[in-house]
Every structure is written in structure tokens, then in C-alpha cells.
């Protein structure tokens, strides 16, 4: 599924090896871990994916590793799963962004539609972090000047205003705006602001 794994963390191995069946024959890319800390070794945030966690680890819990990711930066959607439908930990887990919670003994669906809910879900997120990182990339090439034409604009301040407000010729404006729409590769001021908004 474009590159994207399930990582799978259970200290059960009997149950690690079913979800892994599971989710290997209905078509994912599966990454087994017994351990927490074999998987936080392991695990790397580039790869696109999400985590399939059991709630508790042995020394560790779920939420705990799901906090060593985020410490890390490191999003990615968790799917956890747990044994005791304790509802102040689910609480806990979906306000600390996970994707959902399952109680054992998983009905298969459920788990293989949550594991596409959490893998469409990081595909969007990356999407967006490259669509910002190529818009930073693109603000970091305007000079100071066009800095301050691209706020104005933003701000929908009319080129005569732009003018006034910095002390320059109206047709210099018209130019600064014009290289401004062209480092940021947009044809309309609609979609420079909605562009600009995302990032100013």
C-alpha cells in the first residue's frame, strides 16, 4: 500500500502472530514487535504507516510509548488495543490523538478498517507537511520586499494602498506582486492568500 507499513506492538506473541496474519492477508505491509523499546528503535517516521498497540506492555504502557513517539515529533496514527475497555484510558488515548480503540477480542473488520481509517489519515497528514514544506520553501525565496507586498496583498489592501503604506510607485508594486505570485506558483490572488494563510 504505497510503501506504507502496519507496525504491530504486542508483548503477546500468540496474539502478535494473529494480527499479523490478519492484517498480512488482507493486503498490509506488517512489522511485528514484542518489545516497546524494539520498536521505538526500529520505528522510523519517514516510513508511512500507522501503529497497531496494545494498551499494555509489560513494564510499559500503550499511552506511554504513544508519548516517547510524540516526544520524537513523530505523529503517527496508533490504533490501540486493550484487553479491559478502560474508558479513562481511551479517553486519554483519542485526546493524545489516536486513531482508535479497540477492546480484545478484536472482530477482524474492525481492526482492518481502522488499520485503513489510520493509513489514509497519515497519507493526508504527509501530504500536507510536504504541500507547507514547499510553501516555507517558497516564502524563503522572496526578498524583504516582497514580504511586505504579500502581507499587504493578504491583508487585501489595494496595489495604490500597498503603494502609500511603503512608500513606492504603484507600477512597483504591480511588479513586486507579479514576482510574488510567480515564486509562489499561483495564478490568482485567491490563491496566493489561501497559500500565504496557511503559513503567515
Not at 525565496?141 to 507586498?149: C, F, G, N
Amino acid at each position: 500500500m504505497n510503501g506504507a507499513k502496519v507496525f504491530l506492538v504486542d508483548d503477546d506473541a500468540a496474539v502478535l502472530n494473529a494480527l499479523s496474519r490478519l492484517l498480512r492477508e488482507a493486503g498490509f505491509d506488517v512489522e511485528a514487535f514484542q518489545s516497546p523499546y524494539d520498536f521505538l528503535l526500529h520505528e522510523d517516521a519517514a516510513t508511512p504507516g500507522c501503529a497497531v498497540v496494545d494498551v499494555a506492555l509489560g513494564d510499559w504502557n500503550g499511552l506511554e510509548l504513544q508519548s516517547a513517539l510524540a516526544s520524537k515529533g513523530n505523529v503517527r496514527p496508533i490504533i490501540f488495543i486493550t484487553g479491559k475497555g478502560d474508558i479513562g484510558t481511551s479517553v486519554q488515548a483519542m485526546k493524545a490523538g489516536a486513531i482508535d480503540f479497540l477492546t480484545k477480542p478484536v472482530r477482524d473488520q474492525d481492526l482492518i478498517e481502522a488499520v485503513q481509517r489510520a493509513l489514509e489519515k497519515d497519507r493526508l497528514d504527509r501530504e500536507e507537511e510536504a504541500r507547507s514544506a514547499s510553501v516555507g520553501k517558497r516564502l524563503a525565496s522572496l526578498t524583504p520586499r516582497e514580504h511586505e507586498v504579500l502581507a499587504s496583498v493578504v491583508a487585501g489592501r489595494l496595489n495604490k494602498q500597498i503603494a502609500a503604506d511603503l512608500g513606492i510607485a504603484e507600477k512597483t508594486v504591480k511588479v513586486h506582486r507579479a514576482r510574488v505570485m510567480a515564486k509562489m506558483a499561483v495564478r490568482s490572488v485567491a490563491e496566493l492568500v489561501r497559500v500565504a494563510q496557511r503559513t503567515l
